[in-house]
């Protein structure tokens, strides 16, 4: 693995990585011997903020994305409809994009990719399977609810856009005259609990350091943890109109497929939802010990800002009043003192007389 691969293994969420470092290696074991080049000119729609170009440097990456920015290979556009010329990339890929598209431009995105790809273009997205993907971002939506008072604001787009099944995507492959095959990623127990810790870190910085630890385990040991996922909560298609390529893909997803199957628990979904609020509950009474504790750090320094100076003031009193004590003294001393006693002491004899 080279240096810029591992640092995105030390420091990526482990979706991100996850959905990121598979495509990179369908490209690099399947259509990269396919196409018979060095450097391959890939399009990531919707890929402004992705890691595409740190996957693939090797490779020409150009991002289209509906932001106003500017940067190198960074165009701005509509993914369902650009000026590109036909075939001009060899791959087109896109990253937990399309369930963010209405429904009806779907259809529209997937031909644009194809018409622009010479080979074909890699979805990943979360689909949704006998309803248990759904009902898991329900869950963890809620959970964000609980912790932050307000909808997570991908989940929610997610329920309400509806996210795509198997099905869908197939169907809109056939109808742009595509096939395709498709591999899953992220066990949708793993995906559950990994996002709760990472909700949690976002309200509680001092435990950033151990989910980062976390996300690099997963990201480490991806090969394990990915292998024979029975429900994903993310899949990875390769839609393509050319056998060559769809075969070439699916010959390196049935290698991964036929890896060493992990066992996976079922948790009762009442048991989760308990164990959901009771997380939310221990983070929430966590946070607010720490408000707490800060706050009366605070107070503490501000205290000790104080004693300290009055202390300097007291100091400072001390020495001026030793100033003084010594200029009495020379005073007392001088020879001017000794000289005008008389008249000092006519003087007060003079106050007596008067005020009598």
Known sequence: MNETKSILENTLPFDQYSRQRIVSS?????????????????????????????????????????????????IKGDATKTSF?????????????????PRKKRQAFVNEALRISKYGV????????????????????????????TDHRWLKEHIDYRIPNKEEVK????????????????????????????????NNPYITEDVNAI????????????????????????ISKHDDSIRSVK???????????KDYVTVNRATF?????????????????????????QTKKQLLDEIKLLTENLANFKDHNVKLTADLSRIYSSPSWKLTKPLRLAARARRKLAGR
Not at 47 to 71: A, M, R, W
Not at 177 to 201: E, P, T
Not at 251 to 261: G, Q, Y
Not at 274 to 291: D, G, H, M, P, W
Request: charged fraction near 25%; glycine fraction near 4%; aromatic fraction near 10%.
């Open 122 to 149: 890699f979805l990943a997205m979360p689909v949704d399977v006998d309803n248990k993907v759904s009902s898991a971002e329900i869950m963890l939506n809620n959970f964000h609810k609980t912790l932050f008072s």
């Open 26 to 74: 369908l490209i690099d074991k399947s259509l990269r011997p396919l196409s018979n080049k060095k450097m391959l000119n890939i399009i990531d729609l919707g890929g402004h903020k992705g890691k595409t170009t740190e996957f693939q440097p090797n490779d020409n990456v150009t991002i289209l994305d509906v932001f106003d920015e500017s940067y190198k290979n960074y």
């Open 215 to 238: 996300n690099a385990w997963y990201n480490k040991n991806i090969d394990s943890l990915d292998s024979g996922v029975d429900v994903g909560y993310r899949q990875i298609f390769f």
């Open 273 to 297: 939802d308990e164990f959901s609020r009771t997380l939310a509950r221990i983070n929430k009474q966590y946070v607010n010990q720490l408000e707490l504790f800060n706050k009366a750090r």
């Open 171 to 202: 169907r809109i492959a056939l109808t742009s005259g595509a096939d395709c095959v498709s591999i899953s990623s992220n066990q949708i127990g793993d995906w559950q609990l990994l996002q709760m810790l990472i909700f949690s870190a976002a």
């Open 85 to 101: 010329k036909d075939g001009v990339f060899d791959i087109a890929c896109s990253f937990d994009v399309f369930e963010h598209i």
């Open 251 to 261: 010959h390196e997803i049935d290698a991964i497929a036929k890896m060493e199957t």
